[in-house]
């Protein structure tokens, strides 16, 4: 029977709790080889083609869509591909908080989601902003191909360029590239498609260099049982809906909800006695990117800890 959770081997998934951490960012591959980095891989095709075409050359594709990360995992495991990594990641935080500066020498995006309606232009993805932040990731020369079938995004996006760094190549091509979307244009009649391919050439005003972590903090006392977790809301929203602690281990695990940039994430926090005091850490196996709400939550769970004993 076919099941639509077939995905034939983890191999290819990366989800950032035990790996390395190098400076900042998790050490998927070898520092030195060339990274290629795929945003919106949908189904797979194109990264597929890309692994089994450049086999010295690294991937890392981002994509948010469960289902489609299946089937590309499937599809990878299929045909051997060994220098291809996937993530369920939102394509902003990837960049941010997974490569490293100057560390990518191509992204490409196929199809990207265009918004189309003015009033939802906000969710497109190629902000100035988001541009700049893929601009710091790119080597000097680097290049972000985008194609897209709608015109009114490939000019929006020319609209974004100023100050960010890339000089623009634009040009109109056919179908070559086989992927689900591309087809499914094709098959609505559409030939023309409009390439963007930007290089990270020019000058740019890069934000402050920032290295991503989350603190870790220790304190002399904790009284368990007067532990009061209050969440705050704002651009930043933290709640806490639940707290165990385990007399017996003198442990306790905290776990918080962070809500930030329209994005959600889980975080347990343990608080636990250390060889002098007690310390406050992300939990083993949590995954913390290091977000702001990241940040939040751990100096929020620690000033609890100190309160609870005033
Ligand atoms: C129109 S589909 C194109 C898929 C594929 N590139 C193709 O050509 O068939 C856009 C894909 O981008 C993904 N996506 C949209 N916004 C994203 C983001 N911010 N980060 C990562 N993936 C995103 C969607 O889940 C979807 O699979």
């Given at each position: ?6 995905y034939g081997s983890?191999a ?10 190098l400076n900042?960012?998790?050490r998927i591959f070898?520092v030195?080889?060339?990274l290629e980095?795929?945003i ?13 075409q450049?086999?010295a ?5 981002f ?5 489609r990360?299946?089937?590309t ?5 299929q045909?051997?591909v ?10 902003a ?9 100057g560390?990518?020498n191509r ?9 189309p309606?003015?009033?939802h232009?906000?969710?497109r993805?190629?902000q100035?902003?988001?541009?700049r932040l893929?601009?710091s990731?790119?080597?000097e020369?680097?290049?972000l191909r ?6 009114l995004?490939?000019d929006?996006?020319?609209e974004?360029?100023a100050?960010t760094?890339?000089?623009?190549a634009?040009?109109?091509i ?12 094709q ?5 023309q ?5 930007l290089t990270?050439d ?7 260099a920032e ?7 220790s304190c ?6 007067r532990?009061?977790l209050e969440?705050?809301?704002g ?9 165990l ?6 442990a ?6 962070v809500s930030?940039?329209q994005r959600m994430m889980?975080?347990?926090?343990v608080?636990?006695r250390?060889?002098?005091?007690w310390?406050v850490?992300?939990?083993?196996g949590t995954l ?5 709400g990241?940040r939040k939550?751990m100096?929020?769970v620690f000033?609890?800890?100190?309160q609870?004993?005033?």
């Amino acid at each position: 029977m076919k099941s639509n959770y077939n995905y034939g081997s983890l191999a290819a998934f990366v989800d950032l709790t035990g790996f390395q951490w190098l400076n900042g960012y998790p050490r998927i591959f070898p520092v030195g080889s060339p990274l290629e980095v795929e945003i919106g891989f949908g189904t797979g095709e194109y990264i597929l083609g890309l692994g089994v075409q450049n086999p010295a050359v690294n991937f890392i594709g981002f994509e948010q869509c469960p289902t489609r990360i299946i089937k590309t995992l499937r599809k990878l495991h299929q045909h051997g591909v060994a220098n291809s990594r996937v993530m369920r990641i939102d394509a902003a935080w990837g960049f941010r908080f997974v490569l490293a500066p100057g560390s990518v020498n191509r992204v490409h995006c196929l199809f990207p989601c265009p918004w189309p309606k003015k009033k939802h232009a906000k969710h497109r993805l190629f902000q100035p902003a988001f541009l700049r932040l893929v601009r710091s990731r790119l080597k000097e020369g680097g290049t972000l191909r985008i194609v897209t079938d709608q015109q009114l995004y490939a000019d929006w996006i020319e609209e974004q360029l100023a100050e960010t760094g890339f000089s623009l190549a634009r040009a109109a091509i056919g179908a070559v590239h086989g992927t689900k979307f591309e087809k499914k244009w094709q098959e609505g009649g559409q030939e023309q498609f409009h390439e963007l391919v930007l290089t990270a050439d020019q000058p740019y005003k890069s934000g402050p260099a920032e290295v991503p972590s989350v603190q870790t903090y220790s304190c002399d006392d904790f009284d368990p049982d007067r532990l009061v977790l209050e969440g705050v809301s704002g651009p930043v929203t933290v709640s806490f809906p639940e707290y165990l602690f385990d007399t017996k281990r003198n442990a306790g695990m905290v776990h918080a909800i962070v809500s930030e940039d329209q994005r959600m994430m889980h975080l347990w926090v343990v608080i636990e006695r250390a060889a002098r005091g007690w310390r406050v850490a992300p939990a083993e196996g949590t995954l913390v990117l290091p977000t702001e709400g990241a940040r939040k939550a751990m100096e929020l769970v620690f000033q609890a800890v100190e309160q609870s004993v005033k």
